[in-house]
């Protein structure tokens, strides 16, 4: 059975920056689509972003394109969470997540199969 672990949270300082990890525990190229989600006290868990098996494709909301980006290194079976810009609403626990899947539906918390324990990120001064 796949096993991710996430690291890399921590506190960060309004308009700083935070690049969370995801370890997968196989290799996961070409057959798993990963996705990042965060959830928040008392919020619904956030869909942030994914990327496609090849790492060719990614996918991200409105609410953080252009500040976060994906990245994968298929050697190290890992995909790289990098955050700029933080605001204070980026605080939550974040969590990377695996799916034999690509499509529309990436976006859906439901659909993954495989889920790390979390890291916290608090962005505040």
């Known amino acids: 059975q796949l096993q991710v672990v996430e690291s890399g949270g921590g506190l960060v300082q309004p308009g700083g920056s935070l690049r969370l990890s995801c370890a997968a525990s196989?290799?996961?190229?070409?057959?798993?689509?990963m996705g990042w989600f965060r959830q928040a006290p008392g919020k619904e868990r956030e869909f942030v972003g994914a990327?496609?098996?090849?790492?060719?494709?990614?996918y991200y909301p409105d609410s953080v394109k252009g500040r976060f980006t994906l990245s994968r290194d298929s050697a190290k079976n890992t995909v790289d969470l990098q955050m700029n810009s933080l605001k204070p609403e980026d605080t939550a626990v974040y969590y990377c997540?695996?799916?034999?899947?690509w499509g529309v539906g990436v976006t859906m918390s439901g659909l993954y199969e495989y889920w790390g324990q979390g890291t916290q990120v608090t962005v505040s001064s």
């Open positions: 196989e290799r996961t190229v070409s057959t798993y689509a």
């Open positions: 997540a695996a799916v034999r899947f």
């Open positions: 990327i496609s098996g090849r790492g060719d494709t990614t």
